[in-house]
């Protein structure tokens, strides 16, 4: 499975974005990068995903580098319910599963 | 509400008890996992269903047994689990047949303790 790093934890203030960086050097040309985060208590949720054009949906933006080497999720506008640990994760075409990583815990201060 | 249920959400078992975790989805997914989640650590995959037969048992140990009778409802069956086995179960599931261009479904989870 291709890898992801991603910073162990951000702090953000309300109200402000929130740029959370991925590195995936290795990813292939089938990858597809998915984010995921996961509120305390709960099971995980889905955030965002693409393949190479950057990507926007009503909770994130996902852009990625154009050699698609690393990715960035950002929240434009974080709230105190956007406290969570994201995931960063690629899905190749032949892969179905999710395989997580530590991923980045976020903090939004008030 | 994500479409994926699990019951029961909390758990106290004995080590010498049976019990099942159950996960039921009416998403007209394919695929269907079990994760497990301890304390502090990353989710673990334990087992993947894909068109209702097993297609990934990652090295979990025999005393976890899953059952997938239905392609809506995935069981996983417990017996004489350790303390060690305490930890959050989650079950999740996707329409394979589309790939990874498709997102997954998670329950809220199973909080599971033995005592």
């Known amino acids: ?110 | 509400e994500t479409g994926v249920t699990q019951t029961p959400r909390h758990l106290v078992m004995g080590m010498t008890n049976k019990k099942s975790l159950k996960c039921e989805q009416h998403l007209g997914h394919n695929a269907m996992y079990w994760y497990k989640q301890s304390a502090k650590k990353p989710l673990e995959l334990m087992f993947v269903y894909s068109l209702e037969e097993r297609v990934e048992n990652n090295s979990v140990p025999s005393r976890f047994s899953p059952e997938c009778p239905n392609s809506s409802h995935l069981f996983l069956h417990l017996h004489t689990l350790q303390p060690e086995d305490s930890a959050l179960y989650l079950c999740a599931s996707s329409p394979r047949s589309l790939g990874p261009n498709t997102e997954a479904f998670f329950g809220q989870g199973t909080r599971l303790t033995v005592v």
């Open chain 1, 1 to 110: 499975d291709a890898k992801t790093t991603q910073p162990n934890s951000m702090e953000s203030n309300e109200e402000e974005p929130v740029h959370l960086p991925c590195n995936h050097s290795t990813i292939s040309g089938t990858d597809y990068i998915h984010w995921y985060r996961q509120l305390p208590s709960q099971g995980p949720e889905y955030v965002i995903h693409g393949l190479t054009s950057n990507v926007n949906n009503r909770m994130a933006s996902l852009a990625i580098a154009e050699d698609r080497k690393s990715s960035t999720l950002i929240l434009h506008r974080a709230t105190l319910r956007d406290a969570a640990v994201y995931y960063c994760i690629l899905r190749d075409q032949d892969d179905y599963k999710l395989s997580f990583g530590a991923g980045t815990t976020v903090t939004v201060r008030a």
